[in-house]
């Protein structure tokens, strides 16, 4: 595993080789204040490989390290933790315009505490009591210490994600319902209570969203997730690669491509295996195609929540015709397995490139002609226009990602701004708007559909010969790797550590929703009930890849 021994003074670690020094500049300004701040220590024992820079810091100093993070313009990405014999190893990922900073700490397993990060970056609040729970990390000066992934399947002093929670826990026969989670109150004359799910009258998955109102408008929305804990991080334990590969192509059922390639680059990263550029272009193929068609979906559910049937038929038409192209040439609707350690299952031939380029064409000329119309159709914009405003301010409080943050002016996107390959040899263009509203969030999507394609049909037409897997994957040390891909829904994060037989020891996929749903609970304000399912849509946040 990449570290090193304890040393007097701290060192930086740039474990990508191929990442350009000058694109840190933020990243080292931030090392630079830490290290000025007498709050960095040696390289933890754990650092895993990737596009980024390591600093171990001590326990105390946790909050501190956020506020010079925060000082530096970096971005809340990502929170983690690994129990390694005695010690339970925290891992912070920050993000820049130009790289990432990892910070690291060690604390012991028996009393585990860790100043919150939550008061400096309020994204940080569920993740923590995410490890609140799952790890009995106690954060102090958590905002909110409540429970968050923690149901009635398992007590207070039960923690899953130690060594010694057995995988399948020791459940009672029958579960009780989760009827005591502690909702903040609100109290006033005229403030009532409206109750949302978890079960829904349609198949999405379960989540509770309590709204204060007063009449039909919206005082505040909190959301409660968690209703399907699958135990991902859990059952990850002990799988092969293969193993793992399946299970990260599941977290979300919409992300298969998204969260498959975050978790083959971190292994990939961990071993150092050289993936083919073949292979590499054929996996940014699928990656947009999944974006094409989950943008197609959404712009047609978004639509059809307001009473607009026609944008609903067409989209989902488009999204269709894209799904029956992916099972003919790689085997599943949704991409499932498409993605190997080091390179790709499935290749494409002459005639199935000439099967995507015409239908690429095909997407570029209705998408073109339909958005037009969705965009300037008056009844339809006078419910979308200046409704479920996400600022700019609290979109970058928050963190927001993809669409949801490019829609109130957040100018961000990891395969332009922290590229891997193939994108660091493509042009990619971001789509940035101001507004901030339901209109806005659906024309980002018709726009990245458009920019997909031309994509697309550039990759096929510049795809290389040679293998579509690599050759050195048989050799396994103790070793872990970060990967971050850019799914349709934004930064994807994977984190694997393997053992020396090859056996996952520690996996943990962020989905961008951690970071989108807060967004909703913010934008609802000052909006009406009855607009909650389109702003609610527009946000999409996935339930599945938040309920690990």
């Known amino acids: 595993m990449s570290g090193s021994d304890s040393q007097s003074s701290p060192q930086i670690i740039n474990t990508d080789a191929d990442h350009n020094q000058e ?105 923590e009591r995410h490890l609140q729970d799952m790890f009995g990390i106690r954060f102090s000066h958590l905002p909110y210490p409540r429970r968050w992934t923690r149901h009635q399947a398992w ?45 829904h009258a349609g198949i999405i998955e379960p989540g509770h969203f309590r709204f204060h109102t007063i009449g039909e408008d919206v005082l505040r929305l909190e959301i409660h997730l968690g209703y399907v804990h699958k135990g991902i991080e859990k059952i990850a334990e002990g799988r092969d690669l293969s193993g793992l590969l399946r299970l990260a192509a599941r977290v979300s059922g919409d992300s298969t491509i998204a969260h498959s390639w975050a978790a083959a680059q971190a292994v990939e990263h961990a071993l150092q295996i050289e993936v083919p550029p073949r292979a590499l272009s054929i996996r940014a193929i699928l990656a947009e195609r999944e974006r094409i068609a989950n943008h197609c979906g959404d712009i047609g559910a978004i639509c059809n929540d307001v009473g607009f049937s026609f944008a609903m038929v067409q989209f989902s038409a488009l999204r269709e015709r894209i799904q029956r192209l992916n099972v003919q040439l790689f085997g599943h ?16 031939d002459a005639n199935g490139i000439a099967a995507i380029v015409a239908e690429q064409k095909m997407l570029y000329t209705e998408v073109a002609e339909l958005m037009p119309m969705i965009l300037e159709y008056p009844s339809l914009q006078d419910r979308l226009r200046t409704t479920g405003i996400l600022p700019y301010e609290t979109a970058m409080r ?28 493509l042009e990619i263009k971001v789509p940035l708007y101001s507004e901030g509203d339901v209109a806005k969030r659906t024309r980002v999507r018709g726009d990245e559909i458009l920019l997909a ?37 934004g930064e ?44 609610n849509k527009s946000i999409n946040g996935s339930y599945s890849g938040h309920d690990l």
């Open 398 to 425: 928050l963190g927001t990602l993809g669409y949801v943050g490019r829609a109130s002016g957040i100018d961000y996107d990891l395969r332009r701004d922290a590229p891997y390959p193939p994108y660091h040899d």
């Open 333 to 348: 609707r949704l991409l499932m397995d498409c993605i190997q350690i080091g390179g790709v299952n499935c290749d494409l």
């Open 23 to 127: 694109d840190h500049a933020k990243i080292e300004k931030c090392v630079e204040h830490l290290h000025d701040a007498n709050l960095t220590t040696n390289i933890s024992s754990i650092a895993p490989v990737g596009a980024f820079i390591t600093v171990s810091i001590d326990a105390p100093c946790w909050s501190d390290a956020a506020a010079v993070a925060k000082y530096c313009h970096l971005r809340w990405s990502a929170l983690w933790a690994e129990q390694t014999a005695d010690t339970i190893v925290v891992m912070a990922l920050f993000g820049g315009k130009d790289g990432h900073l990892l910070l690291t700490t060690q604390l012991p397993s028996a009393h585990p505490e860790l100043p919150s990060q939550a008061g400096v970056y309020p994204n940080a609040d569920r993740p």
């Open 492 to 535: 994807t994060v994977a984190y694997v550590h393997l053992n020396a037989a090859g056996k996952v020891e520690r996996y943990f996929a962020r989905d961008p929703s951690w970071l989108n749903w807060p967004a909703l609970e913010e934008l609802i304000h000052g909006n009406i009930i009855p607009d909650f399912p389109v702003c």
């Open 155 to 199: 007590d207070a002093t039960q923690f899953p994600l130690r060594k010694e929670f057995p995988l399948a826990g020791a459940p009672p026969a029958d579960t009780p319902t989760d009827h005591t989670y502690p909702f903040i109150k609100m109290e006033g004359e005229d403030i009532y209570e409206v109750p949302v799910g978890p079960v």
């Open 453 to 489: 394609t031309e994509l697309i049909t550039t990759l096929l037409h510049t795809l290389p010969d040679g293998a579509i897997v690599a050759d050195n994957i048989s050799e396994y040390r103790d070793a872990a790797g970060i990967g971050m891909v850019e799914g349709w829904r």
